[in-house]
Every structure is written in structure tokens, then in C-alpha cells.
């Protein structure tokens, strides 16, 4: 928040006061989910938070029609962004079960998969890069990831699907609201990579205090109101865990794979596992899985430390029959790209580490073309 300067000191509050006002009144007259009753009177808002000039509301529907009330999360977006004062909107529906209504019994993983939504225009294979738990270098690697089919001559787009931990806007060194004409959404480009996050649209240091539902509906749309263009792939950096968010890709769109990223130790490999039980049971292929943070070479003596232990990803994959995609050290140079926006496959073509990168996208697309099956990978070890 700016310092008090006593020669205005309402001047902020009145201004979020007056556009939060604003919003009520142009809420007012729109319908809600019944078709009839004004938004405002109907208990219709389950969240509407604005923060300098961004909106973020979402509308509580009945789960069982969420799909007919897409049309009026457009219309109350696009509603909304026409407010003074309002430089952006998003709007999500958070599913209500109807008061009364019996709770249908929940769908099988086949009959969810066989659900998915349709492709997204232009986009010929999606690609989740996930992890069991968080803090394995999952994003990293999909950045990096990202940018080794690029170099493969893949014209590469990446999502960043984690909701409350967006990492893509300092990976790739961008910031800043992106465009829009109506409801589409241009992506940031960087390093050839379309990029796309919620991190654009709130700041660094704000919480994202949303329900799953809500985060649903965030990334359906990141996904389908975004104007990806033609791509070969598009790399999905999903939340850690297995939850709604993995879900609900699952069910969206027609996923090509998943890319398991996991460190050595024995923590991270039995949620590894579950990660690649729950893509199994959506019918989602397993690419295979990422060794991240395999070893560390002293760069004073040269000497090797597994901190995290060695090996165990690898041997994870072969016993539960996926591909060994390569192993990734814990390496300072990866870390300070990281940090500074300068993604070192693109920054560092010609550093081993690069290469390490190169080889699993090599590996990716190998198993793509294989369908998931296992294969014997190269194993590239610094020395």
C-alpha cells in the first residue's frame, strides 16, 4: 500500500470504494444463474475481491450446470472490464450443490477420460509436467523443458497451471498485464515461448484464496481464452499434488502425457507414485519421469555428493514400467538462471546442463512417438 500523505488521505480508499460500487451497480443488471433474479440478490457472488483495479469474482452455480453457465461467466467478464477503473477482470464459477438435489454417484476414471473437452484450436499435443510435492524443480524443468522442443524446432507454448504458486513470470524473466480483445488473452513471448500465467494478472506477493471449483474455472480458462496461436506442444506446468487441478486437465482437454519430475530421496519417490497412479487412472500416458537434483559436483573440488540420495527416480520408473526421461543435477548455474528470468536452455546453449535439458525434450518426444512405452534412456552424467 502507498504511505499516508496527509493532503489526500481518503484518496485511496474512496477510489477502491467508488470502483467496487461500480461493480455492484453493473452486477445489478445482469441476471444471475436463475435467468431472472439480479446477480446481487440472489446469492449468486460466492467472491469478489478488487485490488488496483483488478477484479476477481466468482459466481456460486449449481455443479450439475456448470457447462450452460459459461455463456454468463463471459458476459459478466466482459461486463465487468467495461467499468471505470477496471484495467482487468476474471471471472470464475465456483460449483454449489442445489439445495435438495441428490448428489450424483461419481464417474469412473474411464468414463471421466472419455468426457474430456475438446482440443484446443491450433494446439496438436499437451504435455502436464507434474509432481507428487512441491519444492522437486518441477517448474524449472518444465521451462526448460519447454525450451529443449523448441530447439527441436517445436513452436512450444507453457502454461503456468499452478494457481497459487505461479512461477512462469520469473522463470522467464516477463511481467506485466498481457493484452486482450474482448475475452482473448494474448500471451507474453519469450526466449520463442508463448507464455501464459495467473501471475501476470495479480501480483508477486498476493495469496490467491480461492476454492477448488474456482481454480478450476481459472484454468479452463487460461486455457481456452488464450490465444495460443499454432503450436506442436503445449507444456503445462501443473500445481504439485493430485488434486482438483490435475483433474480437471484430465477432464478438459485430450492430454498428450505427463512428465513425472521427482528428486532421488525417498519422500519425494512415494509421491512420485502417486502421481503416476492418478494419470494411469484418468487414461492420461506417463512420458516418463525426471531425476531433478541427482547429484552435485563441487565446483572447488570437483567431488560428487548425492545429497538427495541417486538413482531412485530411475528405479522407480523401471519397476512401475515408465521411461526414464534423465537426470538433472543440483547445479548452481540452474538456479541463478532460474532466479533471473534467463532460463539457461536458452541462455546457455552450449553448457552441459543445457544439453542435459535437450536430451530429456529428446526423451519426451521420443516416448511420444512410443505411446509411453518403456525404452532404454541415455544416461548423461557431468563429470
Avoid at 496527509?6 to 455492484?24: C, G, N, Y
Avoid at 538456479?335 to 533471473?340: L, P, V
Amino acid at each position: 500500500m502507498e504511505p499516508y500523505n496527509p493532503s489526500q488521505p481518503l484518496l485511496l480508499p474512496v477510489r477502491a470504494l467508488a470502483i467496487e460500487t461500480d461493480i455492484l451497480a453493473a452486477l445489478s443488471t445482469l441476471a444471475g444463474p436463475d435467468g431472472k433474479t439480479p446477480l446481487t440478490r440472489q446469492n449468486g457472488i460466492s467472491g469478489l475481491t478488487v485490488r488496483d483495479g483488478k477484479v476477481y469474482l466468482a459466481i456460486a452455480v449449481d455443479p450439475a450446470k456448470a457447462a450452460d453457465f459459461e455463456p454468463l461467466r463471459r458476459a459478466v467478464q466482459d461486463h465487468l472490464r467495461t467499468v471505470p477503473g477496471v484495467t482487468s477482470a476474471l471471472v470464475t464459477l465456483t460449483a454449489e450443490q442445489a439445495t435438495g438435489a441428490a448428489k450424483p454417484a461419481p464417474a469412473g476414471p474411464k468414463a471421466q477420460a472419455a468426457r474430456a473437452g475438446e482440443p484446443i484450436p491450433g494446439v496438436k499435443r499437451i504435455i502436464a509436467v507434474a509432481s507428487g510435492k512441491g519444492g522437486v524443480g518441477k517448474s524449472t524443468t518444465a521451462a526448460n523443458l519447454a525450451l529443449g522442443l523448441a530447439a527441436l524446432g517445436w513452436r512450444v507454448g507453457v502454461l503456468d497451471a499452478d494457481i497459487f504458486g505461479p512461477s512462469m513470470p520469473r522463470l522467464f524473466g516477463v511481467k506485466g498485464k498481457p493484452n486482450a480483445v474482448g475475452r482473448i488473452i494474448t500471451p507474453h513471448e519469450a526466449y520463442g515461448i508463448k507464455v501464459m500465467s495467473i501471475g501476470f494478472l495479480v501480483d508477486e506477493e498476493a495469496a490467491m484464496i480461492w476454492r477448488g471449483p474456482m481454480v478450476m474455472s481459472a484454468i479452463n480458462q487460461l486455457l481456452r481464452d488464450v490465444a495460443w496461436g499454432e503450436l506442436d506442444c503445449l507444456v503445462v506446468d501443473m500445481p504439485p499434488g493430485t488434486g482438483d487441478a490435475q483433474l480437471t486437465m484430465a477432464q478438459s482437454v485430450p492430454l498428450s502425457g505427463a512428465v513425472i519430475v521427482s528428486t532421488p530421496q525417498d519422500l519425494a519417490l512415494i509421491d512420485a507414485r502417486r502421481g503416476i497412479s492418478m494419470f494411469r487412472k484418468v487414461n492420461v500416458p506417463v512420458l516418463g519421469v525426471v531425476e531433478n537434483m541427482s547429484y552435485f559436483m563441487c565446483p572447488h573440488c570437483g567431488g560428487r555428493s548425492d545429497i538427495f540420495a541417486h538413482g531412485g527416480a530411475r528405479h522407480e520408473a523401471e519397476r512401475m514400467g515408465v521411461p526414464f526421461l534423465g537426470e538433472v543435477p543440483l547445479e548452481m548455474s540452474i538456479r541463478e538462471s532460474s532466479d533471473g528470468g534467463r532460463p539457461l536452455v536458452a541462455t546457455a546453449p552450449d553448457s552441459p546442463y543445457a544439453a542435459i535439458y535437450r536430451s530429456v525434450a529428446a526423451n519426451v518426444v521420443a516416448s511420444l512417438a512410443d505411446g509411453g512405452k518403456l525404452r532404454a534412456m541415455p544416461k548423461i552424467v557431468i563429470d
